[in-house]
């Protein structure tokens, strides 16, 4: 896939996962270990260092492979990517022997793997969302197989990150929820007093860890609710030192 147009743009966030010593210009640069272009450095068997639909852009070219937790890869890019956000997927497939060469390989991929997340094959992903833990959706931009030589063959797929308003969140239901309704109409001051005390009453109970809160937003600017829900918990951070 072309990058030129995408990297070219200051305002799309381009993210190059794995990037080494060559990463794309105009891309935000993650490796495990420092060198030069690493802009991130981040051990990505774990939680991708990026916000919640934050990134327009993701190129991750022979670094999928080395991370074990194939659901866990997949969660973590649709996560970060934002509705209709771009993955450039390429990896070496176990229809050649680049799988299985590289003694530091973890996870093994083909071109039927990407099926489990892709809204075009409807069984496949059904299955991994319900019994797999997979938590997104994509859509195929592209998908083939490339010869690389030496009996190597490389799965590129360009998916595209599906969301809905309605899913850009996972609630993380627990067993006690509560859903709650500010009166967005108050002041900013009065509703971040009223928000304090009752994430500090939350805090405060005997079974805080099993209580999920859940805060509508309708009829607010999201931007302004996101930093005031901020310096609530900055606040109560400073409470409790």
């Known amino acids: 896939m072309d990058n030129s147009n995408l990297s070219a743009s200051s305002k799309l966030i381009c993210i190059d996962l794995g990037c080494g010593t060559h990463k794309a210009e105009g ?12 802009d991130v450095i981040a051990n990505l068997n774990g939680y991708f260092p990026f916000p919640d639909n934050s990134v327009d852009f993701l190129k991750a070219h022979d ?7 194939r659901i866990h890869t997949m969660n973590e890019i649709w996560r970060i990517l934002k509705p209709d956000g771009i993955v450039d997927i ?14 530091t390989h973890v996870s093994f991929w083909n071109i039927n793997s990407f099926m489990y997340y892709c809204q075009e094959f409807p ?4 299955g991994c969302q319900s019994h797999y833990g997979f938590k997104g959706e994509f859509s195929i931009v592209s998908i083939d ?10 799965v590129h797929a360009v998916l595209k990150a599906i969301k809905s308003e309605e899913n850009n969140y996972p609630l993380n239901l627990r067993n006690i929820n509560l859903i709650i309704f500010p009166d967005w109409s108050q002041s900013m001051e ?25 805060i509508d937003t309708q009829n607010t600017n999201l931007e302004d609710t996101q930093f005031l829900l901020a310096d609530v918990l900055l606040n109560l951070c400073y409470e409790e030192n």
């Open 27 to 38: 891309f935000i640069g993650v490796d495990v270990v420092t060198a030069d272009g690493v």
């Open 63 to 69: 670094i999928i492979e080395h991370l074990p937790d």
């Open 90 to 103: 390429s990896v070496p497939s176990t229809d050649g022997r680049g799988a299985f060469q590289d003694p």
């Open 123 to 126: 069984p496949y992903l059904a």
């Open 145 to 154: 197989e490339k010869n690389s030589g030496n009996q190597v063959i490389h």
């Open 190 to 214: 009065v509703i971040f007093e009223q928000l304090v005390n009752l994430c500090q009453a939350i805090i405060d109970h005997p079974k805080s860890r099993e209580i999920t809160l859940l």
